[in-house]
Structure formats: C-alpha cells, structure tokens
C-alpha cells in the first residue's frame, strides 16, 4: 500500500543566530488552601483537608518569542498544572496540560497550533468579572459549556480597531472522517470549530460565540453566548447569556441556558465582584 504524506510545518526554534532578538519567560502560580467541610461521608463526618487551589489553579510553564523581522515573530508556550499539598501533576499523562502551541504573531494578528483554550473560554473569559480561575473547585458554570481547552487546534486571534476575532479547528484524526473523535483520555483528538466576534469602544463592549466539539461518532455538543460591559468609573456591569445543546447522550440531549448578570469594582488595590444566574 503506498501511502502520501502532505505536511504544513510551523515551529519555532529559538536557536537562531546573533541578528535575531528572543525572549524566554518562566513563570509560575502557587496556590493552595485548608478547609473544613461538613457531612463529608455517609456517616455525616466533618473533613479538615488540604486542597489545591483555592482562588485559581497552580501551574508553572515556558514562554518565549523570537523577532524574525518585519514586526513578524515566532512565538510558543508550554505550561503544566500540578498539585501543591503532594506534589502530582494535574493531568495524569499530559506534561503540558494547560496549554501547548507553537505560532507565528504579527500585524495580521497570531496563528497557534498545539493545545489551547476553546473559543467560548476565551470569549467568556473576557466578561467574567469574577476572574475565577479555579473553575472546577468553585462551581463555575463557564468550565463545563466552553469545554475549557481542545487536543490539535490551529487558531487565528487578531484585534484590529477595537474589533477582537477568533477562530479556531480541531482535527479528529479519524481515517476517512473529519467529524469523528479519535484516541482516549488525554489523546483524545476531537473534532472542534470555534468562532467569537466583539467590539470595545471606552467603556462599552459587545460580541457574541458560537462552536461545536464531536465524539467518536460524530455526535456533537454546541455551545453559543453573547455578552455586554460597560464601565462606570471604577465599577463595570457585565450582562452575558450562554447556552448549550448535547446531542451525544452526555448530558441526556438537553438544552442548557443561563442569563448572567454580574458587576465588579476596583477599589485599589482589591476587586471585588458579584454575580447571579439564572439557569
């Protein structure tokens, strides 16, 4: 059987010569806590725990950006979550679990390819005035309709006259499909489309998201939203509404939907925030 292989190749090395101007960076969020919780068994036992992230989740990675000239560079990011009462990494198999990509920035904006976050996650980061960044541990209701982040995507952001875009795809890697998941666990390769729009002019801004991720059989779960600020001196009112609808049996094909309304002010140096739903 002969086979025929078509490549696109997009890396950045960092190992260039004299005339070219990189930067590296290694940061890192440490962030743990204890806390009491009340009937923590059948038997009604209180629980004196440590846990792992108790405002956001810890996390430590590389990132770096090397010139190429005429305002183009190449630039990547490898980042980890891990847990500081034992030690263990976050994601059992995944090294870089949070994000991985490599890419080019410029002018037009930036291309990434590697693991990265979803549309709808980006999208909704940007009118969450609460900034959790510990989803999953404080309830969140963004996480589980934005699917947080997705295997093998190529993505394009640009921001152009207070016009912010996205746009990201994600190959499935099953032969002969391209709406078919493939791998498991953490390889899984799943089948993903993506797209959010918005404006920001002074103090106002507005947009809108839309995408879709596929199982295995090609089965596929949507999630839209759209949101509004606005900044009134040191506080902003944000009003946001995100629905979702699964069709793979995951969620029993129901309709989700929830209207947000939160504000937040910045008191310095604090922020503080508030919110309410209804789902």
């Not at 792992?52 to 190449?74: D, F, M, P, V, Y």
């Not at 976050?117 to 609460?130: A, C, K, R, V």
Request: hydrophobic fraction near 35%; charged fraction near 10%.
């Amino acid at each position: 059987m002969k086979k025929s292989l078509l490549t696109l190749a997009l890396g950045s090395l960092f190992a260039g010569g004299a005339y070219a101007q990189t930067s590296v960076t290694l940061y890192g969020i440490a962030d743990a806590s204890i806390h009491y919780t009340t009937n923590a068994d059948a038997n009604n036992h209180g629980q004196l725990a440590m846990d792992n992230g108790a405002i956001t989740q810890s996390r430590w990675g590389l990132k770096g950006a090397e010139a190429l000239g005429n305002n183009l560079k190449a630039i990547f990011q490898l980042e980890n979550g891990f847990n500081v009462p034992n030690g263990t990494m976050s994601s059992s198999g995944q090294i870089f679990n949070r994000q991985a990509y490599v890419g080019l920035a410029g002018d037009f904006g930036a291309v990434k390819l590697g693991r990265q976050y979803t549309e709808g996650f980006n999208f909704f980061g940007d009118y969450d005035p609460l900034t959790i960044g510990n989803y999953t541990g404080n309830s969140w209701m963004y996480y589980s309709l934005t699917q947080l982040r997705r295997n093998n995507v190529v993505s394009y952001g640009g921001s152009f006259s207070g016009f912010d875009f996205g746009a990201s795809y994600g190959f499935g890697e099953t032969p002969g499909s391209f709406t078919k998941a493939s791998g498991s666990g953490a390889g899984i390769n799943t089948p993903y489309f993506g797209v959010r729009a918005a404006y920001n002019y002074g103090p106002f801004g507005v947009g809108g998201v839309y995408q879709e991720i596929r199982d295995a059989n090609g089965n596929k779960q949507q999630m839209w939203g759209a949101a509004g600020k606005y900044s009134i001196g040191p506080a902003k009112l944000f009003l946001g509404y995100i629905g979702g609808r699964d069709h793979t049996g995951l969620m029993d094909n129901i309709l989700n939907n929830a209207a947000v309304v939160t504000t937040n002010a910045n008191p310095a140096p604090n922020t503080v925030g508030t919110a309410a739903a209804n789902a």
